[in-house]
T-cell receptor, first 114, second 117 residues
Framework: AQSVTQLGSHVSVSEGALVLLRCNYSSSVPPYLFWYVQYPNQGLQLLLKYTSAATLVKGINGFEAEFKKSETSFHLTKPSAHMSDAAEYFCAVSVRTGFQKLVFGTGTRLLVSP | EAGVVQSPRYKIIEKKQPVAFWCNPISGHNTLYWYLQNLGQGPELLIRYENEEAVDDSQLPKDRFSAERLKGVDSTLKIQPAELGDSAVYLC???????????????FGPGTRLLVL
């Protein structure tokens, strides 16, 4: 079964520091992978997605992620954290059951300190 | 353009009472999803609609949960009777619904936060 694992339920960084949120996937077929962000009391918003067109995917708000098949990873990065980046981040894989079914990881809460 | 609309945003009920959540997807989106998000967890799919047809309801606890999307636009999710363990956030999402949709973006509403006492 296809799944994703997010390492670290909480990640703390200082403002201006590099952000690295880890996601590893399990899939027997080439996956479609997504990163969503959830701000408090809001729904999920798509940051970026990998659909096999390019291994380095750029998203909104300065985030990017690199698909590494050899490592089965799709880590999310941002060169310089901003206070407004504090939120919950979810990695998801699109399960190929005929129709799209997203399977989400457990999430990583990003804390940004001044 | 309006996003996915959900109401109510918050609901507090006593256990064994019924409750209903409403969702209006983005205009033109054929596919609608209901997700359950427990505290500290990622969303889990409850049911997926293609227009008015439920094409995946394998995760919906059918003894107490029901859903409908009668005209293929807005949708209602109902719980009857509610249990303490149903306290969670119920998210609605929609997507265009073209082809297999494997790489489609799902757009989420703000969710309904349910507390069962």
């Amino acid at each position: 079964a296809q799944s994703v694992t997010q390492l670290g339920s909480h990640v703390s960084v200082s403002e201006g520091a590099l952000v690295l949120l880890r996601c590893n996937y399990s899939s027997s077929v080439p996956p479609y992978l997504f990163w969503y962000v959830q701000y408090p009391n809001q729904g999920l918003q798509l940051l970026l997605k990998y659909t096999s067109a390019a291994t380095l995917v750029k998203g909104i708000n300065g985030f990017e992620a690199e698909f590494k098949k050899s490592e089965t990873s799709f880590h999310l990065t941002k060169p310089s954290a901003h206070m407004s980046d504090a939120a919950e981040y979810f990695c998801a894989v699109s399960v190929r059951t005929g129709f799209q079914k997203l399977v989400f990881g457990t999430g990583t809460r990003l804390l940004v300190s001044p | 353009e309006a996003g996915v609309v959900q109401s109510p945003r918050y609901k507090i009920i006593e256990k064994k009472q019924p409750v209903a959540f409403w969702c209006n997807p983005i205009s033109g989106h054929n596919t609608l999803y209901w997700y359950l998000q427990n505290l500290g967890q990622g969303p889990e799919l409850l049911i997926r609609y293609e227009n008015e047809e439920a094409v995946d309801d394998s995760q919906l606890p059918k003894d107490r949960f029901s859903a409908e999307r009668l005209k293929g636009v807005d949708s209602t999710l109902k719980i009857q009777p509610a249990e303490l363990g149903d306290s969670a956030v119920y998210l609605c999402a929609s997507s265009l619904g073209t082809g297999t949709g494997l790489e489609e973006t799902q757009y989420f509403g703000p969710g309904t936060r349910l507390l069962v006492l």
